[in-house]
């Protein structure tokens, strides 16, 4: 078991501005580290609770900052040792953090290289003669010496090292080629940083021989800053997002990997955690993984949960709560970070902002930020939530995570992805595996293997009857529970199903809708059509695959607005929905009664409980599941609920259908008229139909 770390913050006298002692300028004998949790987190180690600190952690949002600095032009305060030790440990003295980051800028290396370069108050940075044209390459001095130019930053470092007093890890940092590279063409911020990109098209030659002055100098640079004292090191790639894919692995992936490689080799068995922040570019993370660094940071827009599994915990992660949350209430923060640590999991996570903390933002925002990120250490109490990994099922997964962390926001949850037989086989059609739980197999037995404790699923994939030992705890609010269909773009001048030409080919798997749909043409023609949404509507739109359409739950499409797809919405008179069509079911182990709790109190849609339990009442005792056609229409209005239920053959030529009402305000109500509706389905034809059916799934 990892130690626990006491969270503490630095006495006030830590802060003040006194001039360094001939001691505290001298990088050896620094007092020995009490706090090195982010290190170890960044390593990948266990860890006794989540690390985190802030971008812009030392800056205008803070009062005692804005006085320390009145007054003060702003690279005065960089290239002032005590000013800028005094900066950076400000906010160590306020809040809980596991880093300090000392107070410096990424352009001090533009102007190590020659340029000058000014911070304009209200305006940012600004260079009075930026690179304009390839000849003023000549102007930079490419072998310049770090120790000389730059000394101020490693005097500061070891400074505050000492004045740190082992209190936590102190990290170094410097921005990346690319991000350095557009300041130094634009001459000053930009939106689009049209001139910057210009170069890597016009003067590409040029552009990699800048990059390649700018990456030269950071590597000594950084490596100045360990030996200093820097026991972390952060590479900001601010404006890596501005960037194509094509121009990012052309010209900053290279410099990137090379900084991680050649700060590791120039300082061996003394080299330190490496974070890099290329913002805006989390589409590149198996690129960035293979690089040298330990850490790859991710800004909010960012999905830890896609992120996560893709790395598969090669890299350690920080991020990525949204900055804007800063401005909420404590609760929205508490909210916001629970529902970030959920995508990270406990290893190999350091919390942080998406981006940087800005002026407006208030002081206690942080310290919401941080106390939330440590209430959810490794001791906290931590739910699994098993999931598959379809996009559908990740939306409902995240629909559930908030719900919770909502509901409960003491307990840490975490995500666990599962590979069902559904996902792990996509040639079969469904009614050929022969059984139900096709989707929700897997998905039990990690949880009755208590690898999980909650699972999310979509209610109509889950078997009528339960695995001993699990229940449904709850069932959240009903979506469209319509079938759709969707058309082929060359199509896309029809407007119904009438419409489409003879002998159409409509994609499913499904037998309840080819039943029904054979009703209403009987020339269609069927052919299955697996995986996730967004990999049948390619099968739709690609003609060689043959479809003219697909047929699909109106739920899936709308939650993943992909509602403009649906060429016509089918009217349940027309089609009849699968059983819990458009609602989202949790299960847990039945004997994990605060879980189920828990779960009830934050999803359960009491009126669409009512509505599904009947219908899967229905279901289980005719002893079918989603491979066989049964259907159902359902509603509930002033208490009183109408059910109606189909059972029919595979080619939809022999039908059972019946309805019921009744006054329901129970579960147990509801599912005796399930019961009851099903007997009725089952007098005539209906027990002749189900036999047939037996036979079909027996045979296949």
């Given at each position: 078991m990892a130690e626990v770390i006491e969270f503490t913050t630095l006495p006030a006298d830590a802060a003040e501005r006194r001039v360094p002692t001939e001691k505290e300028l001298v990088a050896k004998d620094f007092p020995p580290l009490r706090n090195n949790v982010i290190v170890k987190a960044a390593l990948r180690q266990e860890v006794p609770h989540v690390p985190v600190w802030v971008m812009r952690q030392a800056g205008r949002y803070l009062p005692e900052f804005m006085k320390a600095s009145e007054g003060i032009d702003f690279f005065t305060r960089c290239r002032t040792p005590e000013i800028a030790c005094q900066l950076t440990l400000q906010p160590l003295v306020r809040y809980h953090l596991d880093a300090a980051i000392i107070f410096s800028d990424i352009l001090v290396i533009p102007q190590a290289l020659g340029l000058e370069c000014l911070m304009i108050p209200g305006s940012g940075p600004n260079f009075p003669n930026p690179i304009a044209t390839p000849a003023d390459l000549d102007r930079l001095n490419p072998d310049v010496d770090v120790h000389q130019k730059l000394g101020y930053v490693f005097k500061a470092i070891t400074v505050t090292r000492h004045r740190l007093g082992g209190h936590v890890p102190l990290i170094g940092f410097a921005g990346a080629p690319?991000?350095?590279?557009?300041?130094?063409?634009?001459?000053?911020?930009?939106?689009?940083?049209?001139?910057?990109?210009?170069?890597?098209?016009?003067?590409?030659?040029?552009?990699?021989?800048?990059?390649?002055?700018?990456?030269?100098?950071?590597?000594?640079?950084?490596?100045?800053?360990?030996?200093?004292?820097?026991?972390?090191?952060?590479?900001?790639?601010?404006?890596?997002?501005?960037?194509?894919?094509?121009?990012?692995?052309?010209?900053?992936?290279?410099?990137?990997?090379?900084?991680?490689?050649?700060?590791?080799?120039?300082?061996?068995?003394?080299a330190v955690p490496m974070i890099c922040f290329a913002k805006g570019a989390h589409w590149a993370m198996k690129e960035l993984e293979s690089t040298d660094y330990d850490v790859q940071g991710l800004d909010e827009t960012a999905d830890p949960t896609i992120i996560r599994p893709l790395l598969k915990g090669r890299v350690a992660l920080q991020g990525n709560l949204d900055p804007a949350t800063m401005h909420a209430s404590d609760e929205v923060i508490r909210q916001g970070v629970a529902k970030m640590m959920a995508g990270f999991g406990s290893t190999g996570h350091i919390a942080n902002l998406g981006h940087g903390m800005t002026p407006t933002m208030e002081p206690r925002c942080v310290k919401a930020f941080v106390d939330a990120v440590h209430a959810y250490s490794t001791a906290s109490p931590v739910v699994r939530i098993g999931t598959r990994s379809s996009v559908l099922a990740m939306w409902q997964t995240r629909w559930a995570l908030d719900k919770l962390t909502k509901s409960h926001p003491g307990v840490r949850f975490t995500v666990v992805k599962i590979t069902s037989d559904g996902d792990a086989n996509l040639a079969l059609d469904l009614d050929k595996f022969g059984k139900t739980g096709v989707f929700t197999d897997a998905l039990e037995k990690a949880l009755l293997g208590k690898e999980v404790d909650i699972l999310v699923h979509s209610l109509k994939d889950m078997p009528s009857t339960l695995k001993d030992g699990t229940a449904l705890a709850a069932i959240g609010p009903r979506e469209d529970p319509r079938d759709v269909l969707v058309f082929n773009p060359k199509h896309g001048g029809c407007s119904s199903l009438?419409?489409?030409?003879?002998?159409?080919?409509?994609?499913?798997?499904?037998?309840?809708?080819?039943?029904?749909?054979?009703?209403?043409?009987?020339?269609?023609?069927?052919?299955?059509?697996?995986?996730?949404?967004?990999?049948?509507?390619?099968?739709?739109?690609?003609?060689?695959?043959?479809?003219?359409?697909?047929?699909?739950?109106?739920?899936?499409?709308?939650?993943?607005?992909?509602?403009?797809?649906?060429?016509?919405?089918?009217?349940?008179?027309?089609?009849?929905?699968?059983?819990?069509?458009?609602?989202?079911?949790?299960?847990?182990?039945?004997?994990?009664?605060?879980?189920?709790?828990?779960?009830?109190?934050?999803?359960?849609?009491?009126?669409?409980?009512?509505?599904?339990?009947?219908?899967?009442?229905?279901?289980?005792?005719?002893?079918?599941?989603?491979?066989?056609?049964?259907?159902?229409?359902?509603?509930?209005?002033?208490?009183?609920?109408?059910?109606?239920?189909?059972?029919?053959?595979?080619?939809?030529?022999?039908?059972?259908?019946?309805?019921?009402?009744?006054?329901?305000?129970?579960?147990?109500?509801?599912?005796?008229?399930?019961?009851?509706?099903?007997?009725?389905?089952?007098?005539?034809?209906?027990?002749?139909?189900?036999?047939?059916?037996?036979?079909?799934?027996?045979?296949v």
């Amino acid at each position: 078991m990892a130690e626990v770390i006491e969270f503490t913050t630095l006495p006030a006298d830590a802060a003040e501005r006194r001039v360094p002692t001939e001691k505290e300028l001298v990088a050896k004998d620094f007092p020995p580290l009490r706090n090195n949790v982010i290190v170890k987190a960044a390593l990948r180690q266990e860890v006794p609770h989540v690390p985190v600190w802030v971008m812009r952690q030392a800056g205008r949002y803070l009062p005692e900052f804005m006085k320390a600095s009145e007054g003060i032009d702003f690279f005065t305060r960089c290239r002032t040792p005590e000013i800028a030790c005094q900066l950076t440990l400000q906010p160590l003295v306020r809040y809980h953090l596991d880093a300090a980051i000392i107070f410096s800028d990424i352009l001090v290396i533009p102007q190590a290289l020659g340029l000058e370069c000014l911070m304009i108050p209200g305006s940012g940075p600004n260079f009075p003669n930026p690179i304009a044209t390839p000849a003023d390459l000549d102007r930079l001095n490419p072998d310049v010496d770090v120790h000389q130019k730059l000394g101020y930053v490693f005097k500061a470092i070891t400074v505050t090292r000492h004045r740190l007093g082992g209190h936590v890890p102190l990290i170094g940092f410097a921005g990346a080629p690319w991000t350095l590279f557009a300041y130094m063409i634009e001459g000053k911020g930009s939106k689009t940083w049209e001139k910057a990109k210009q170069w890597l098209y016009v003067h590409p030659e040029e552009s990699h021989r800048l990059l390649r002055i700018i990456t030269d100098a950071t590597i000594r640079y950084l490596v100045g800053q360990v030996h200093a004292g820097a026991q972390l090191l952060q590479v900001f790639d601010s404006w890596a997002g501005s960037l194509s894919r094509d121009l990012f692995r052309t010209f900053a992936l290279p410099c990137l990997a090379r900084i991680a490689s050649g700060v590791k080799a120039a300082l061996g068995d003394k080299a330190v955690p490496m974070i890099c922040f290329a913002k805006g570019a989390h589409w590149a993370m198996k690129e960035l993984e293979s690089t040298d660094y330990d850490v790859q940071g991710l800004d909010e827009t960012a999905d830890p949960t896609i992120i996560r599994p893709l790395l598969k915990g090669r890299v350690a992660l920080q991020g990525n709560l949204d900055p804007a949350t800063m401005h909420a209430s404590d609760e929205v923060i508490r909210q916001g970070v629970a529902k970030m640590m959920a995508g990270f999991g406990s290893t190999g996570h350091i919390a942080n902002l998406g981006h940087g903390m800005t002026p407006t933002m208030e002081p206690r925002c942080v310290k919401a930020f941080v106390d939330a990120v440590h209430a959810y250490s490794t001791a906290s109490p931590v739910v699994r939530i098993g999931t598959r990994s379809s996009v559908l099922a990740m939306w409902q997964t995240r629909w559930a995570l908030d719900k919770l962390t909502k509901s409960h926001p003491g307990v840490r949850f975490t995500v666990v992805k599962i590979t069902s037989d559904g996902d792990a086989n996509l040639a079969l059609d469904l009614d050929k595996f022969g059984k139900t739980g096709v989707f929700t197999d897997a998905l039990e037995k990690a949880l009755l293997g208590k690898e999980v404790d909650i699972l999310v699923h979509s209610l109509k994939d889950m078997p009528s009857t339960l695995k001993d030992g699990t229940a449904l705890a709850a069932i959240g609010p009903r979506e469209d529970p319509r079938d759709v269909l969707v058309f082929n773009p060359k199509h896309g001048g029809c407007s119904s199903l009438a419409e489409l030409p003879a002998n159409a080919v409509i994609g499913t798997s499904s037998a309840r809708r080819r039943a029904q749909l054979s009703v209403l043409r009987s020339d269609l023609k069927f052919r299955p059509v697996r995986g996730n949404v967004m990999t049948r509507l390619r099968k739709l739109d690609d003609e060689a695959e043959g479809y003219d359409a697909l047929c699909l739950a109106a739920a899936g499409l709308k939650r993943l607005h992909l509602d403009g797809r649906i060429s016509v919405a089918l009217s349940t008179q027309e089609s009849l929905h699968a059983i819990g069509q458009g609602a989202i079911g949790i299960q847990v182990l039945s004997s994990d009664t605060k879980v189920f709790d828990m779960c009830h109190k934050a999803m359960n849609d009491a009126t669409t409980e009512l509505i599904c339990k009947a219908e899967r009442a229905f279901l289980r005792n005719i002893g079918g599941g989603c491979s066989l056609p049964i259907a159902v229409r359902s509603t509930l209005k002033d208490g009183q609920l109408a059910l109606t239920g189909l059972l029919a053959s595979m080619d939809g030529s022999q039908r059972s259908e019946a309805s019921m009402a009744g006054a329901v305000t129970t579960v147990e109500e509801a599912e005796a008229l399930g019961l009851e509706l099903c007997n009725k389905v089952l007098e005539g034809e209906g027990k002749a139909i189900l036999a047939e059916l037996r036979k079909h799934q027996h045979s296949v």
